[in-house]
């Protein structure tokens, strides 16, 4: 008991300690942490003993704020010849202020007749120091203007003017503006661009100049995924694609529609629409596009049975239609081949026109949704056109173009659309079918002359 006893009273001495001291503390913070009024004022000559013995300086016993005095005055007196006195590092004698040059006497050939004065090119100035001549003396003028003739001279002094005219302000050469680019049609055509519609929509757009005086032709093609196809969620079936041969200044054009009918259409149309369009840059050079159709054709079968198997027409068909636009004059000479339901319109003047229709008139009966096809039917339709400046070329599958044969609202709103070349999302705006359409795939590609 008595150890814990005397425990208990050294841990209470401590505290009590403890709390002194932090008292203590305290009461030195807010004494020395006072306001100044509330300090004693204690004379600043009490602690003079406390700062750093400081040399007098020679500024200050100028100091207007330095009380004057005996001691004062005799400082300066005593301090007015050193600070009379140069540095030892100054130099002894000082250089003359800087003056400008005379000017240098006229001499005699300054006033020589024009007549035996050296040429001197028109676009050189006259220096203002001898303002009686006209023409610069020989032995100021440039070297380089005495052996060349005055042309070279004018080229000498522009570059290199004279230097007592150096501060005269010197026009900068004029340069003609280059033409600016033409952004408002879009980049240039590829060699050859395909699109189809397989996951959704897709296009291209571009344009193409041919040679010498024929109109530029735009482009644009889309090919879109119809509602049907799209709710069961298959791919689709249409491609569409363009060819620029720059050579000779021809366009081809190429749209196919797979058989909705057979799964495995959609394959078939977009190497019908590659391998045509790389049929037409490679033809021979000898025989003209109109008296090759059939050729064509052929060979497009052909390889679709070679790359698919023998027997794909019982699985696979597509439509095909196949144009070519040459440059003719101010327009062009359309020829079109085409195998199916897929269409071809030229639009003129708000009004349009079929250069390749299969199906029968409107009014005619029942539209029958049956059609020729490849590799079935390798036997294209041929149809020749001149086409102007300001026409319009479209190939369409018959997803879009049926309702073009038929006069009504459908085929006015595209005429209207289509007068001139829409920008590439307006053009797939119109080609895009309403929201909860089940319509077919749409596939769509157009040329604008001029």
Same mark, same amino acid.
């Given at each position: /008991?008595?150890?814990?006893?005397?425990?208990?009273?050294?841990?209470?001495?401590?505290?009590? /300690?403890?709390?002194?001291?932090?008292?203590?503390?305290?009461?030195?913070?807010?004494?020395?942490?006072?306001?100044?009024?509330?300090?004693?004022?204690?004379?600043?000559?009490?602690?003079?003993?406390?700062?750093?013995?400081?040399?007098?300086?020679?500024?200050?016993?100028?100091?207007?704020?330095?009380?004057?005095?005996?001691?004062?005055?005799?400082?300066?007196?005593?301090?007015?010849?050193?600070?009379?006195?140069?540095?030892?590092?100054?130099?002894?004698? #000082?250089?003359?202020?800087?003056?400008?040059?005379?000017?240098?006497?006229?001499?005699?050939?300054?006033?020589?007749?024009?007549? #035996?004065?050296?040429?001197?090119?028109? &676009?050189?100035?006259?220096?203002?120091?001898?303002?009686?001549?006209?023409?610069?003396?020989?032995?100021?003028?440039?070297?380089?203007?005495?052996?060349?003739?005055?042309?070279?001279?004018?080229?000498?002094? #522009?570059?290199?003017?004279?230097?007592?005219?150096?501060?005269?302000?010197?026009?900068?050469?004029?340069?003609?503006?280059?033409?600016?680019?033409?952004?408002?049609?879009?980049?240039?055509?590829?060699?050859?661009a395909v699109v189809d519609c397989r996951s959704h929509a897709s296009l291209f757009s571009g344009w193409c100049a041919p040679p010498h005086?024929?109109?530029?032709?735009?482009?644009?093609?889309?090919?879109?995924?119809?509602?049907?196809?799209?709710?069961?969620?298959?791919?689709?079936?249409?491609?569409?694609?363009?060819?620029?041969?720059?050579?000779?200044?021809?366009?081809?054009?190429?749209?196919?529609?797979?058989?909705?009918?057979?799964?495995?259409?959609?394959p078939l149309a977009r190497e019908a629409v590659r391998a045509s369009l790389r049929l037409c840059l490679k033809r021979p050079g000898g025989?003209?596009?109109?008296?090759?159709?059939? #050729?064509?054709?052929?060979?497009?079968?052909?390889? @679709?049975?070679?790359?698919?198997?023998?027997?794909?027409?019982?699985?696979?068909?597509?439509?095909?239609?196949?144009?070519?636009?040459?440059? &003719?004059?101010?327009?062009?000479?359309?020829?079109?081949?085409?195998?199916?339901?897929?269409?071809?319109?030229?639009?003129?003047?708000?009004?349009?026109?079929?250069?390749?229709?299969?199906?029968?008139?409107?009014?005619?009966?029942?539209?029958?949704?049956?059609?020729?096809?490849?590799?079935?039917?390798?036997?294209?339709?041929?149809?020749?056109?001149?086409?102007?400046?300001?026409? /319009?070329?479209?190939?369409a599958t018959d997803g879009f173009a049926e309702p073009i044969a038929q006069p009504g609202w459908w085929s006015t709103r595209v005429a209207?659309?289509?007068?001139?070349?829409?920008?590439? @999302?307006?053009?797939?705006?119109?080609?895009?079918?309403?929201?909860?359409?089940?319509?077919?795939?749409?596939?769509?590609?157009?040329?604008?002359?001029?």
């Amino acid at each position: /008991m008595q150890h814990d006893e005397l425990g208990r009273l050294f841990a209470l001495f401590m505290l009590t /300690m403890l709390a002194l001291l932090v008292a203590i503390m305290l009461m030195f913070a807010v004494l020395f942490r006072a306001p100044r009024r509330l300090r004693p004022r204690r004379s600043p000559r009490s602690r003079r003993w406390l700062r750093p013995r400081r040399w007098p300086r020679p500024w200050r016993l100028f100091s207007p704020r330095r009380r004057s005095g005996p001691g004062g005055a005799v400082a300066m007196a005593a301090a007015a010849p050193v600070l009379a006195s140069p540095p030892a590092t100054m130099p002894a004698v #000082q250089p003359p202020l800087f003056r400008p040059a005379a000017a240098p006497a006229a001499s005699a050939s300054q006033f020589a007749p024009p007549s #035996q004065a050296a040429p001197v090119s028109r &676009a050189a100035p006259v220096s203002q120091a001898a303002p009686v001549s006209e023409a610069a003396p020989v032995s100021e003028a440039a070297p380089v203007s005495q052996a060349a003739p005055d042309s070279q001279a004018a080229r000498v002094s #522009q570059a290199a003017p004279d230097s007592r005219a150096a501060g005269a302000p010197v026009a900068p050469p004029v340069r003609e503006p280059s033409p600016a680019p033409d952004r408002a049609a879009g980049p240039p055509l590829p060699g050859t661009a395909v699109v189809d519609c397989r996951s959704h929509a897709s296009l291209f757009s571009g344009w193409c100049a041919p040679p010498h005086s024929a109109p530029r032709m735009h482009v644009r093609g889309a090919a879109w995924r119809g509602g049907l196809h799209s709710a069961d969620g298959s791919e689709g079936q249409d491609a569409v694609g363009a060819a620029w041969d720059p050579a000779t200044g021809t366009l081809f054009v190429a749209v196919a529609d797979g058989l909705g009918s057979l799964p495995g259409s959609g394959p078939l149309a977009r190497e019908a629409v590659r391998a045509s369009l790389r049929l037409c840059l490679k033809r021979p050079g000898g025989r003209p596009f109109a008296q090759l159709g059939p #050729q064509l054709f052929r060979a497009v079968a052909d390889g @679709l049975r070679r790359q698919f198997g023998p027997g794909v027409a019982a699985d696979a068909g597509t439509t095909l239609v196949v144009a070519e636009l040459a440059p &003719a004059g101010s327009g062009a000479r359309l020829t079109v081949h085409g195998v199916g339901d897929s269409e071809g319109w030229v639009l003129r003047d708000g009004r349009w026109s079929a250069v390749h229709l299969e199906r029968g008139p409107a009014g005619a009966g029942p539209v029958s949704h049956a059609t020729r096809d490849l590799p079935t039917d390798p036997v294209p339709r041929t149809e020749r056109r001149d086409l102007a400046r300001g026409d /319009m070329l479209m190939l369409a599958t018959d997803g879009f173009a049926e309702p073009i044969a038929q006069p009504g609202w459908w085929s006015t709103r595209v005429a209207l659309e289509f007068r001139e070349a829409p920008a590439p @999302l307006d053009f797939l705006s119109v080609v895009a079918p309403e929201d909860g359409d089940e319509s077919d795939d749409r596939g769509v590609v157009a040329v604008w002359l001029g």
